[in-house]
């Protein structure tokens, strides 16, 4: 109401801007927070690091974030920090719409591979920095997402990650390999351990709190209700739940 007056006098066309303004503002309806609507508003995308590429030939390497990278695709993409209390962030977790959001971008970050997607997220020492207050997100200091952990098991199976991770058998990390619609999919897997869970158990998961197991699935699967965080189906492989 305060700018209605100011356009009016200073620009004859003030009906057209006017329109534009109302549409701004169904626009930003749409969004939960002004934070958001602001960054996929500016946000474009990486078109020139793309045109570059294109000139150069293929030997390049495209650095995108999810927002600016909707609308393309490449032969391979990366996806960095895919860890529990990161993708989707700890402010996230305990809010199910924020989740949900999140894992939208998931999404949209994954669809962006033609032919080979790659998830990454760090070994024990490059994410203790993550750990706030001793709080281990996915069970471990260097949990695997949620969003991941949660795919069906008979596309998983396994490599050996880097010469790094060899060793005695138990103690080797490795690789998760998925496979969906032709596109490969490698992210690093953790241990695991309470395989003998049961329904009625009462457990405690680091990030989601306590709750109580509502089934046992194949495939180290649980479903267990949260008191704080709702329902969530987890898989034992790349998570801990503490029997209280």
Known sequence: AYYLPFLEEMYDDHPR???DLEQLGLMASRYRGLRRFVDELVLEPPSSSTDIGLEGGDDFLTLSTIHSAKGLEWAVVFVIWVMEGRFP???????????EEERRL??????RAKD???????????????QLEGTYFG????????FIAGLPSQLVSYESSSP????PREERREVLGLKADG?????????????????GD??????FGVGVVSRVLEGEKVEVLFRDTGRKLLHLAYTTLNKV
Do not use: F
Not at 89 to 99: E, F, I, Q, T
Not at 164 to 167: D, F, H, N, P, S
Not at 202 to 207: F, M, R
């Open 139 to 146: 069970g471990h200091g260097n949990g695997l997402s949620s």
């Open 106 to 111: 998931m999404y949209v970050a994954t669809t």
């Open 202 to 207: 009462k457990v405690e998961h680091p990030a």
């Open 183 to 199: 596109v490969e999919v490698l992210v690093e897997a953790a241990s695991t351990h309470g395989s003998e869970l049961k329904p």
């Open 89 to 99: 962030p700890a402010r996230a977790l305990g809010d199910p719409l924020a989740v």
């Open 164 to 167: 790094m991770a060899l060793g």
């Open 17 to 19: 801007r006017r329109k």
């Open 116 to 130: 080979e997607l790659i998830l990454c997220y760090p070994g024990q020492e490059q994410a203790c920095s993550w």
